[in-house]
């Protein structure tokens, strides 16, 4: 049980208190430890003894900017040429929208655990998803995290923070007749569809447009998912947005997909006539995400298939793999999941229906008729 910042109750009834000690010459923390009888007396203990380490410890520079001075200096001096420019637009944006306009002018160290509930609660009403909340907070903690360590403030006020719990979207994937539906009208157009690379490779629709053909093993018939391309915030110009050209956010998107024979003599078609270095081209050079999903919107239209959206078919060609019996791991590794757990939490309903199968495969083995 814990009651308090760094305060705990002990299985043999104790209460134990943990404050940093010292720290090491590479800033690792040191802890130590108090323990009493009940929770006050422990937490008054802790007191004497960070309020000692603060005293003795040199070390610590308090920071007597704000919080968006320090905000500031975190992400352009710290952060950006570590990050990935689609990150930094995001980081940005959630920054300047969300929190200096709350936090901003308040000062670092005398920011308090109960100015953020109280951020987050104004959150709440602005009818935000609870995932965006968490992404806002993320960024905070992440920037509170990095003061605490370079001791510009002796402890993070996003500690005891609780975020709202992200609900599992609901995962949509297309009925095999709608993707039927769906091919016929792209197989009959003069051009390369990206609708076919996504629904047979579950490639993302960033990936397929920075698909080039030099990325496709016809010999070895593997893709190479090697980059992405995005439309970001322009982080200079505000109401402007800017192409980007980068590798996948992480190293399991950086993927080797099987091609497929069908697939395989659908590419080759096109790649017979290819004027661009590109897969699927715009005017020689590469189609951007959203000029693909304005000639999806059209080809879903033409199809009668309602309101879907891109990634839906990533969704479907996972489907039908589990349709068809592909483990989990290989799926996830396709997909370019970071882990099979997410891959599982993403399908588990598809899963559901293989797992019925199989229990009524074992069912067939009790017989209550004698």
């Known amino acids: 049980m814990r009651k308090g910042e760094n ?3 002990r299985k043999d009834g104790r209460w134990e208190g ?55 200096y975190w992400l352009e001096i710290l952060m950006k040429n570590k990050i990935k420019a689609s990150s930094y637009s995001n980081y940005k944006g959630k920054i300047d929208k969300y929190i200096l306009p709350y936090l901003g002018k308040t000062t670092l160290r005398d920011l308090k655990t109960e100015h953020i509930e109280s951020f987050i609660n104004d959150l709440n009403t602005m009818n ?15 920037s509170l995290k990095k003061a605490v360590y370079d001791e510009k ?20 994937a297309l009925t095999v007749h709608a993707q039927k539906s769906l091919e016929r009208i792209v197989l009959q157009q003069n051009e390369c569809s990206g609708e076919i690379i996504a629904l047979y490779t579950g490639m993302r ?10 990325d496709i093993d016809m010999e070895k018939n593997i893709i190479h998912v ?6 970001i915030p322009s982080t200079t110009i505000n109401g402007k947005t800017e192409i980007i050209i980068d590798t996948p956010k992480t190293k399991s998107s950086l993927r080797v997909i099987p091609l497929a024979v069908n697939l395989k003599e659908y590419l080759l078609k096109w790649k017979k006539c290819a004027i661009s270095e590109y897969v699927i081209n715009c005017r020689g050079s590469f189609t951007e995400p959203r000029i693909i999903n304005y000639r999806f919107k059209k080809n879903v239209k033409t199809a009668r298939l309602g309101s879907i959206h891109f990634h839906m078919l990533r969704h479907t060609f996972a489907t039908r793999c589990v349709e068809e019996g592909i483990d989990i791991a290989t799926l996830s590794k396709i997909l370019g999941h970071s882990s099979i757990k997410m891959t599982l939490d993403t ?23 004698s």
């Open 7 to 9: 305060i705990y109750k």
């Open 18 to 72: 943990r404050f940093i000690k010292d720290r090491t010459t590479d800033k690792r923390i040191i802890y130590g430890y108090v323990y009493g009888k009940n929770y006050s007396e422990v937490k008054e203990k802790l007191s004497i003894k960070k309020a000692q380490y603060i005293a003795s410890n040199k070390n610590i520079t308090s920071f007597s900017g704000t919080l968006e001075e320090w905000l500031n």
């Open 128 to 142: 935000l998803a609870n995932s965006t909340i968490r992404s806002i907070i993320a960024i905070l903690k992440s």
């Open 153 to 172: 403030i002796y402890s993070d006020p996003c500690t005891k923070i609780v975020l709202p719990t992200i609900q599992k979207p609901e995962i949509a």
């Open 205 to 214: 629709i960033g990936e397929i447009s920075g698909l080039k053909w030099s």
């Open 226 to 231: 090697r980059r992405t391309i995005s439309r």
């Open 347 to 369: 399908y588990t309903d598809s899963l559901w229906e293989n797992r019925k199968a199989a229990i009524s495969v074992i069912d067939k083995r009790l017989s209550i008729h």
